[in-house]
């Protein structure tokens, strides 16, 4: 599966993991030492990411029902949380995806 950002017509990644069991979601990317360009951990439902235990930053996209991004965290450190509550999933992307996209607030996401 992909992640495209449909508003700007961009690939955000090539290749999506979805976590969308408790044990997924809960793993999520722990244990990883990084996450590597054009992938994305889609977890669903989710509308609050933790970094702990993690050991590199990544960047984050809260989505709503609509597909509609309304909340993103760039460069999330180790050791923070990012919480949006109208959020039906989040999406975990290598640090630096949304400044190289430009992927914002109202962007409307597919995945194909």
């Not at 999330?76 to 949304?98: F, N």
Request: with cysteine.
């Amino acid at each position: 599966m992909r992640l495209l950002n449909q508003s700007r017509g961009l690939l955000l990644a090539e290749r999506v993991t979805v976590a969308d069991t408790f044990w997924r979601r809960l793993r999520g990317l722990l244990g990883t030492r990084e996450w590597p360009e054009g992938n994305a951990l889609l977890i669903r439902p989710c509308n609050s990411v933790h970094m702990f235990g993690m050991k590199y930053c990544l960047d984050v996209l809260f989505v709503d029902r609509q597909n509609l991004v309304t909340d993103t965290a760039e460069s999330l450190a180790p050791g923070k949380i990012k919480i949006c509550r109208r959020a039906r999933y989040a999406v975990e992307l290598p640090a630096g995806t949304l400044r190289r996209t430009g992927t914002s607030n109202g962007d409307r996401l597919q995945l194909i």
